[in-house]
């Protein structure tokens, strides 16, 4: 399994960062994906799930209206665009199979995303 996020950078307060996260080693259209973040001297929290066929999303309470999760099964990646940015969205992202929770032990290096003015 491989993960391999990107896109993510400094944004002031209000802007947008749109994620990717590509995939492989396994059966990428078949699996639900999720995004995770892990803010400054916290544990790693859900953010966001959508199914394997992009039929079901779900979203944390903190990013809802903000954040849009979508997936592209012929490149094997799924995305996470971010609006509305605040600075508790500070945090470093991650992406992994399954829908609210980790599918694999196995981690991507993550994106780093810095909201501040």
């Known amino acids: 399994v491989q993960l391999v996020e990107s896109g993510g950078g400094l944004v002031q307060p209000g802007g947008s960062l749109r994620l990717s996260c590509a995939a492989s080693?396994?059966?990428?259209?078949?699996?639900?994906m999720s995004w995770y973040r892990q803010g400054p001297g916290k544990e790693r929290v859900w953010v966001a799930g959508?199914?394997?066929?992009?039929?079901?999303?779900n979203y944390a309470d903190s990013v809802k209206g903000r954040f849009t999760i979508s997936r592209d099964n012929a490149k094997n990646t799924v995305y996470l665009q971010m609006s509305s940015l605040i600075s508790e969205d500070t945090a470093v992202y991650y992406c992994?199979?399954?829908?609210?929770?980790?599918?694999?032990?196995?981690w991507g290096q993550g994106t780093q995303v810095t909201v501040s003015s």
């Open positions: 959508i199914s394997n066929a992009a039929v079901s999303r």
């Open positions: 992994n199979a399954g829908y609210v929770s980790p599918k694999y032990d196995q």
């Open positions: 080693g396994f059966t990428f259209s078949s699996n639900s």
